[in-house]
């Protein structure tokens, strides 16, 4: 579905990424894991448009997306849960979600993804009405979540959605992590918290400062000496 | 002898609002100051007296002037600020500093230093209410901004094109994750914007029947005032700090009877406000 080849993308001025070639097969939870700074974030702005891929190719459904412009990325079906979750802070949580569907013309799909929104998130309901900022950090990283969903993408990019919150909302947000990919959403997800990532994740990458060191499957990497070492705490 | 003042206040502060909405909504998606938008405020004013010279009809001359100011405030921004966004802020600052400067003196070299007559008649008669008479031309001001501003406000609030434009103002990446075309959205809002301050020029040049090169400079700064005043980028803050400036100014200096310079209570009035709210009066810290 997503195939990297030889990709660097910069930082503004910095080279944050160098060769770097990966795949993300339909259906598939892929993580990226590494230390912070290793470059993880800026390959999902690479793959968004939202930073400059200089060279190599990137791949979508079979068509080059390397030079394409973000908006047209989210046509495709690609979105990002971003880190920090930047929501549209004035809105309303019903008006995020709104736009988040935003490029969708069939209003009765999209009413009937709001209300899946709602179910799979009963507290956005009941804050439906109330402005994005009010929420506390695990609400509105649900929020984001859901604003991702509202797009019915093909691929959801998710860059560090656990940074920030308080255990109970992390093991909350990974649950909802593993549903979506029961119902066969393809995810790229970045995380600092390896432990849990290669819990839910089908294949992982290690990320080491710009480059790909190993990959494998999430159990495989799981009990991999070096990852264990490195980052999963010996 | 107040609600006389008080019609007159309304009328200048409306036509305030109308020039400052372009400024405000342009810093909204780009964090710049649009100096130059008083240019094209004046550039309305001499379009609308062109077309109106040769088809004498005052809602003819308003039209295309909206129309054309709207395309030079797609120029401007294509062919000034675009190439200019990635360097630091001060760069499009400058360079919309020079461009208001240099359309003064295209203006002048153009239609001559004088001060032209806009002797318009809109055909639409002026009202009495007891005391209070409103003019013909105060008539005029309120029918046009209250129109703009009403389709301004169904535009924002009630279209999904307005949903996206808000959400462009408050994260451009991230709307245009959401499949929005930001540069498609940054041209409208110069698009509405200058269309707003070409429709002020053409209504000031009526309203005080005269048109002159250098009529934008006063706006250029007094909407400056005005936007910081109503918050940043807030929209209704602009319009609110827009009539607030009018009224202040008509009430005071029309009731009060000293010899105060009108166009300096602008920013007495923004300094006021500013030292309790910091923000403006509808802007977000």
Same mark, same amino acid.
């Given at each position: 579905?997503?195939?990297?080849?030889?990709?660097?993308?910069?930082?503004?001025? @910095? /080279?944050?990424?160098?060769?770097?070639?990966?795949? &993300?097969? =339909? $259906?598939?939870?892929? #993580?990226?894991?590494? %230390?912070?700074?290793?470059?993880?974030?800026?390959?999902?702005?690479?793959?968004?448009?939202?930073?400059?891929?200089?060279?190599?190719?990137?791949?979508?459904?079979?068509?080059?997306?390397?030079?394409?412009?973000?908006?047209?990325?989210?046509?495709?079906?690609?979105?990002?849960?971003?880190?920090?979750?930047?929501? @549209? /802070?004035?809105?309303?949580?019903?008006?995020?979600? &709104?736009? =988040? $569907?935003?490029?969708? #013309?069939?209003?009765? %799909?999209?009413?009937?993804?709001?209300?899946?929104?709602?179910?799979?998130?009963?507290?956005?309901?009941?804050?439906?009405?109330?402005?994005?900022?009010?929420?506390?950090?695990?609400?509105?990283?649900?929020?984001?979540?859901?604003?991702?969903?509202?797009?019915?993408?093909?691929?959801?990019?998710?860059?560090?959605?656990?940074?920030?919150?308080?255990?109970?909302?992390?093991?909350?947000?990974?649950?909802?992590?593993?549903?979506?990919?029961?119902?066969?959403?393809?995810?790229?997800?970045?995380?600092?918290?390896?432990?849990?990532?290669?819990?839910?994740?089908?294949?992982?990458?290690?990320?080491?400062?710009?480059?790909?060191?190993?990959?494998?499957?999430?159990?495989?990497?799981?009990?991999?000496?070096?990852?264990?070492?490195?980052?999963?705490?010996? | 002898?107040?609600?006389?003042?008080?019609?007159?206040?309304?009328?200048?502060?409306?036509?305030?609002?109308?020039?400052?909405?372009?400024?405000?909504?342009?810093?909204?998606?780009?964090?710049?100051?649009?100096?130059?938008?008083?240019?094209?405020?004046?550039?309305?004013?001499?379009?609308?007296?062109?077309?109106?010279?040769?088809?004498?009809?005052?809602?003819?001359?308003?039209?295309?002037?909206?129309?054309?100011?709207?395309?030079?405030?797609?120029?401007?921004?294509?062919?000034?600020?675009?190439?200019?966004?990635?360097?630091?802020?001060?760069?499009?600052?400058?360079?919309?500093?020079?461009?208001?400067?240099?359309?003064?003196?295209?203006?002048?070299?153009?239609?001559?230093?004088?001060?032209?007559?806009?002797?318009?008649?809109?055909?639409?008669?002026?009202?009495?209410?007891?005391?209070?008479?409103?003019?013909?031309?105060?008539?005029?001001?309120?029918?046009?901004?209250?129109?703009?501003?009403?389709?301004?406000?169904?535009?924002?609030?009630?279209?999904?094109?307005?949903?996206?434009?808000?959400?462009?103002?408050?994260?451009?990446?991230?709307?245009?994750?959401?499949?929005?075309?930001?540069?498609?959205?940054?041209?409208?809002?110069?698009?509405?914007?200058?269309?707003?301050?070409?429709?002020?020029?053409?209504?000031?040049?009526?309203?005080?029947?005269?048109?002159?090169?250098?009529?934008?400079?006063?706006?250029?700064?007094?909407?400056?005032?005005?936007?910081?005043?109503?918050?940043?980028?807030?929209?209704?803050?602009?319009?609110?700090?827009?009539?607030?400036?009018?009224?202040?100014?008509?009430?005071?200096?029309?009731?009060?009877?000293?010899?105060?310079?009108?166009?300096?209570?602008?920013?007495?009035?923004?300094?006021?406000?500013?030292?309790?709210?910091?923000?403006?009066?509808?802007?977000?810290?």
């Amino acid at each position: 579905m997503l195939s990297v080849e030889k990709v660097d993308v910069f930082y503004g001025e @910095f /080279q944050a990424v160098r060769e770097i070639s990966f795949q &993300v097969q =339909g $259906g598939e939870l892929v #993580t990226i894991i590494g %230390a912070n700074g290793a470059g993880k974030s800026t390959i999902l702005k690479g793959l968004m448009g939202l930073e400059s891929c200089e060279r190599g190719k990137i791949t979508f459904q079979e068509q080059d997306i390397t030079h394409m412009p973000t908006y047209q990325r989210a046509r495709l079906g690609i979105t990002l849960v971003p880190e920090g979750r930047r929501l @549209f /802070q004035d809105f309303t949580v019903e008006q995020n979600l &709104v736009a =988040g $569907g935003y490029t969708r #013309t069939d209003a009765s %799909a999209v009413e009937r993804d709001l209300q899946r929104t709602y179910d799979l998130f009963p507290i956005l309901k009941e804050r439906g009405h109330q402005v994005a900022k009010t929420l506390s950090g695990g609400e509105q990283q649900m929020l984001a979540i859901g604003r991702a969903l509202m797009a019915s993408p093909r691929l959801i990019l998710m860059d560090e959605i656990s940074l920030g919150l308080m255990p109970k909302y992390v093991n909350e947000v990974f649950n909802t992590i593993e549903s979506l990919h029961r119902e066969g959403v393809t995810i790229l997800l970045v995380e600092q918290n390896a432990r849990k990532a290669l819990a839910v994740a089908d294949r992982g990458y290690v990320l080491e400062t710009g480059r790909i060191l190993i990959e494998n499957e999430a159990r495989g990497l799981a009990s991999d000496p070096r990852v264990k070492k490195a980052y999963l705490g010996g | 002898m107040i609600w006389q003042q008080f019609a007159n206040g309304l009328a200048i502060g409306s036509v305030y609002a109308l020039i400052a909405l372009g400024l405000t909504m342009v810093y909204g998606v780009l964090r710049i100051l649009h100096i130059a938008h008083a240019g094209v405020y004046a550039l309305g004013a001499y379009v609308g007296l062109l077309v109106f010279r040769f088809i004498p009809n005052f809602w003819l001359a308003l039209a295309i002037t909206m129309v054309a100011s709207s395309f030079a405030g797609i120029i401007l921004q294509r062919y000034l600020y675009a190439p200019l966004l990635a360097l630091p802020r001060i760069v499009p600052l400058i360079a919309s500093i020079g461009l208001f400067i240099a359309m003064e003196e295209i203006f002048r070299l153009i239609a001559g230093p004088y001060i032209l007559a806009f002797p318009a008649d809109p055909g639409l008669g002026g009202i009495e209410w007891g005391i209070v008479r409103i003019t013909n031309n105060q008539f005029l001001v309120f029918l046009v901004t209250v129109s703009l501003l009403a389709t301004l406000w169904f535009v924002m609030s009630k279209t999904k094109l307005g949903l996206a434009m808000k959400a462009t103002s408050q994260d451009l990446e991230i709307a245009s994750v959401m499949g929005i075309n930001t540069e498609r959205i940054i041209a409208t809002n110069f698009l509405i914007g200058s269309a707003l301050a070409g429709a002020a020029g053409v209504l000031v040049g009526v309203y005080f029947n005269s048109v002159y090169p250098t009529m934008g400079s006063i706006p250029a700064y007094k909407a400056l005032a005005i936007i910081v005043l109503g918050g940043l980028g807030s929209i209704p803050g602009t319009v609110l700090g827009g009539l607030l400036i009018g009224l202040g100014e008509t009430l005071l200096l029309g009731l009060i009877n000293i010899p105060f310079p009108r166009d300096a209570l602008a920013f007495i009035i923004m300094i006021i406000i500013l030292m309790f709210r910091p923000y403006g009066l509808l802007g977000k810290e």
